[in-house]
């Protein structure tokens, strides 16, 4: 590991303010800190935006509206996820563990950066952990990875099962900036996988 700062706002406006400052956001924290650990990811300020009230779920006019804090366990086992979207709650419990799933939020899961190995691998060259340097899953063990949508740059298939149900249901991600609040369809916001730029959606370099 290596020094960062860390702080955690109590309100939106305040954490908006450290992610301008150029702080990352960190939510259950079970992707980040892993990738901190391999240096894959070198953040010099972690937000903790896990005090923010974005835990809800609850029907709306337009249809469900999941909080961006929720827990995947606590989404999985909601009763009117089981109920009405069924295959959210089949999405969310074939991933990871029980114990991750406590831990880890809706945000963060859509938000995870690829489990290629390779990106993972700070050894190996990697398009999307270091622009320019090449694919090194194109010649390597790609079985896991992308057929659909790639390109000569990268094969790394986005590692979110929530997301495949998400966008069978053609969901949209309400998004917060200092700009106000937007909405964009799911699968717009997230990128193809053949697309060579380093970051996982279409708004943001990072995330
Ligand atoms: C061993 C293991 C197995 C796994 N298996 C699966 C699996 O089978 N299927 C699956 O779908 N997932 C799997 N995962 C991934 C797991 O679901 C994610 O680690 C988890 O959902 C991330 O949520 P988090 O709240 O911990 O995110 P964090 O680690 O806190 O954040 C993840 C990313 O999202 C960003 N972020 C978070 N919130 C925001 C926000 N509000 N705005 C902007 N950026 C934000 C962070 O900066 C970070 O880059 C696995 C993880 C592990 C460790």
Redesign the pocket.
């Known amino acids: 590991m290596y020094p960062f700062a860390y702080t955690k706002p109590a309100d939106t406006a305040a954490v908006l303010a450290a992610g301008a400052r150029g702080g ?11 990738l901190m650990r391999e240096t894959v ?1 070198r953040p010099g300020t972690l937000v903790d ?1 896990s005090g923010l009230p974005l835990e809800d779920v609850r029907d709306t006019a337009r249809g469900l509206r999941i909080g ?1 804090l929720a827990r ?1 366990a606590d989404v999985a086992a909601h009763p009117r996820v089981r109920a009405a979207y069924p295959v959210l709650t089949q999405s969310l419990e ?4 029980p114990q ?1 799933r406590n ?3 809706i ?3 859509i ?3 690829t ?1 290629c190995t390779y990106f993972r691998d700070v050894s190996a060259a990697c398009n999307k952990r270091r622009p320019g340097s090449g694919c090194a899953a194109l010649d390597g063990y790609n079985r896991s990875h992308a057929i659909l949508g790639t390109s000569d740059a990268c094969v790394a298939t986005h ?4 997301t495949v149900a998400l966008a069978a249901l053609a969901a949209s991600v309400h998004l917060l900036g200092p700009d106000g609040e937007r909405e964009v369809a799911l699968t717009e916001f997230l990128l193809q996988p053949g697309d060579t730029r380093t970051a996982s959606t279409t708004c943001g370099e ?2």
């Open positions: 990352r956001y960190i939510a259950g924290g079970t992707t980040l800190v892993d990811e935006i961006a995947m074939l991933a990871a563990s991750l831990m880890a939020t945000d963060g899961n938000l995870q950066r489990r590692p979110s099962d929530l990072v995330n």
